[in-house]
């Protein structure tokens, strides 16, 4: 069972809005490039993480969900040239809730 997490602002204080926190990363075989993957998020991975929420976040009403956090975990286990356009397309799935 995960820990509780606490939702505040760096001053402490709650929030009004939700958080959309994306985490992406490459599994070690997921592609054909030589040499190992390091466990700690390389450039590539930040900077498709931060694309995923920079994607992501205007389509979502954060206003609706206060002191809320909404965490997307994209975990690429075969990387065959466009795993970043199936992550957004995943992830609007996911995402997708009925009004």
Same mark, same amino acid.
């Given at each position: 069972?995960?820990?509780?997490?606490? !939702?505040?602002?760096?001053?402490?204080?709650?929030?009004? =809005? &939700?958080?959309?926190?994306?985490?992406?990363? /490459? $599994? @070690?075989?997921?592609?054909?490039?030589?040499?190992? !993957?390091?466990?700690?998020?390389?450039?590539?991975?930040? =900077? &498709?993480?931060?694309?995923?929420?920079?994607? /992501? $976040? @205007?389509?979502?009403?954060?206003?609706?969900?206060?002191?809320?956090?909404?965490?997307?975990?994209?975990?690429?286990?075969?990387?065959?040239?466009?795993?970043?356009?199936? $992550?957004?397309?995943?992830?609007?799935?996911?995402?997708?809730?009925?009004?």
């Amino acid at each position: 069972m995960e820990p509780k997490r606490s !939702v505040l602002t760096d001053a402490g204080a709650e929030q009004s =809005r &939700a958080q959309l926190q994306v985490y992406y990363k /490459l $599994a @070690p075989f997921a592609s054909h490039q030589a040499g190992r !993957v390091s466990y700690l998020p390389d450039e590539t991975e930040r =900077r &498709a993480a931060s694309f995923l929420q920079d994607t /992501l $976040a @205007p389509s979502l009403r954060l206003d609706r969900l206060p002191k809320s956090r909404i965490e997307l975990h994209c975990l690429v286990l075969e990387d065959a040239g466009c795993c970043l356009a199936t $992550a957004v397309n995943c992830a609007c799935l996911a995402l997708w809730m009925p009004a």
